[in-house]
């Protein structure tokens, strides 16, 4: 997948992705509907979107029924529709793109355009969590917490968790740290739990707020600090992991 850094030249990579769409390559197509969706580069524009991912998606391209199913299922340019997200996040989710087997598996759980089902939505989002995808990870070890669809556990939640907030998706690091807080399925540790909730709030995730002042509370200065410095490498290191973003190689 394509690195986007804050020296990359966005405009130049419209032009290249518009001469290789237009000669029919459906990685090209994808990340031009991309760009389109989310206005990078260029003015926001869901109908070119949507054509670019329908050139793809006749070519079978996975990535393309993920994207297509993420506009049904948000009613972004299109009139929301669970049912035809659904269909879109199965076709991706056969064809083997992670972030639509983790729709699927949420489709599911949640009964959105599909008859609940908890089996098969732990069957998806295991699928998707052993190939590495965070959100996945995260929803999975949620199932083990609650203990729903598989038998509670959780330490299998603890690693789940910790194997998503490596990769920077910070709800599984505020769930993270409130686990080491607590000594939840690992052995308590406070500087390593406000580390990682702190991480979590560098990156904009304000939701273990009273975690952070507690943890604040209860650690002297010199240990508030040296958490602080491992808040930022822990910070830098998801961005190194998960900075590849949603487009396609």
Same mark, same amino acid.
């Given at each position: 997948?394509?690195?986007?850094?804050?020296?990359?030249?966005? /405009?130049?990579?419209?032009?290249?992705?518009?001469?290789? =769409? !237009?000669?029919?390559?459906?990685?090209?197509?994808?990340?031009?509907?991309?760009?389109?969706? +989310?206005?990078?580069?260029?003015?926001?524009?869901?109908?070119? =979107?949507? &054509?670019?991912?329908?050139?793809?998606?006749?070519?079978?391209? %996975?990535?393309?029924?993920?994207?297509?199913?993420?506009?049904?299922? *948000?009613?972004?340019?299109?009139?929301?529709?669970?049912?035809? %997200?659904? *269909?879109?996040?199965?076709?991706? %989710?056969?064809?083997?793109?992670?972030?639509? !087997?983790? +729709?699927?598996?949420?489709?599911?759980?949640?009964?959105?355009?599909?008859?609940?089902?908890?089996?098969?939505?732990?069957?998806?989002?295991?699928?998707?969590?052993?190939?590495?995808?965070?959100?996945?990870?995260?929803?999975?070890?949620?199932?083990?917490? /609650?203990?729903?669809?598989?038998?509670?556990?959780?330490?299998?939640?603890?690693?789940?968790?910790?194997?998503?907030? @490596? /990769?920077?998706?910070?709800?599984?690091?505020?769930?993270?740290?409130?686990?080491?807080?607590?000594?939840?399925?690992?052995?308590?540790? !406070?500087?390593?739990?406000?580390?990682?909730?702190?991480?979590? &709030?560098?990156?904009?995730?304000?939701?273990?707020?009273?975690?952070? *002042?507690?943890?604040?509370? !209860?650690? &002297?200065?010199?240990?508030?600090?040296?958490?602080?410095? &491992? %808040?930022? @490498?822990?910070?830098?290191?998801?961005?190194?992991?998960? /900075?590849?973003?949603?487009?396609?190689?």
């Amino acid at each position: 997948m394509l690195v986007l850094g804050s020296d990359y030249d966005i /405009k130049s990579a419209v032009a290249w992705f518009a001469k290789a =769409a !237009q000669k029919g390559y459906a990685p090209a197509q994808v990340n031009l509907a991309v760009l389109h969706v +989310n206005g990078w580069g260029v003015a926001p524009d869901y109908g070119v =979107a949507l &054509s670019w991912l329908h050139e793809a998606a006749e070519q079978h391209y %996975a990535a393309a029924y993920f994207n297509l199913g993420e506009l049904y299922f *948000r009613g972004a340019g299109v009139k929301q529709d669970y049912a035809e %997200a659904f *269909r879109y996040f199965q076709l991706g %989710a056969d064809g083997g793109d992670t972030y639509a !087997q983790t +729709n699927l598996g949420y489709l599911y759980d949640r009964g959105l355009g599909v008859k609940p089902d908890i089996g098969l939505a732990v069957r998806w989002y295991r699928k998707a969590a052993n190939a590495g995808n965070p959100l996945a990870q995260c929803n999975l070890a949620d199932l083990y917490s /609650k203990g729903e669809g598989v038998p509670k556990d959780e330490a299998e939640a603890f690693r789940l968790y910790q194997a998503a907030a @490596q /990769k920077g998706h910070t709800g599984a690091e505020i769930q993270l740290a409130y686990r080491l807080a607590l000594g939840v399925g690992a052995p308590r540790d !406070q500087k390593s739990a406000l580390a990682w909730v702190t991480a979590a &709030s560098a990156a904009g995730d304000n939701r273990g707020q009273e975690l952070l *002042r507690s943890l604040r509370s !209860q650690l &002297s200065p010199a240990e508030v600090k040296r958490a602080t410095e &491992s %808040a930022a @490498q822990l910070r830098a290191a998801a961005e190194v992991a998960g /900075k590849s973003a949603m487009l396609q190689p």
